[in-house]
């Protein structure tokens, strides 16, 4: 598969695999027995942080789970923000492909979008 994408998957001993896009698109993918769950990391965020950016979180929280899109999850131990999606059907590789592929250019939207809030 990572040929067909034309990256190297290499997973760990952990069943990760880690990958860095754009020299900044942070995402891995955890295989467990019968899904793919894909985390990226998004921005990162002190608990500190004013309410205006956790409101918006919400906001595009509640709009990615009405589009079965995945969720928003904030990291307490890292202080980060990851957005995490499960590809559950993996037996056609053009699928797999196709979710990667929307998973990481809904990342990098998100990342776009929260690090402009969280300037404000």
Known sequence: ???KLGLP???DDNNQCLLLLDSD??????AKDDIWLLNGM???LSPV????????IMVINGELAANNEGTLAYIDAAETLLFIHAITDL???YHIISQLES???QQEA?????????KV
């Open 103 to 105: 998973f990481v250019n």
């Open 42 to 44: 998004i921005i990162p």
């Open 25 to 30: 698109i942070f995402t891995s993918i955890e």
């Open 49 to 56: 942080c004013g309410d205006s950016i956790w409101r918006q």
């Open 110 to 118: 998100l990342k776009n979008i929260l690090q402009e809030y969280a």
């Open 91 to 93: 037996t056609n590789t």
């Open 1 to 3: 598969m990572g040929e």
């Open 9 to 11: 998957l290499t997973f």
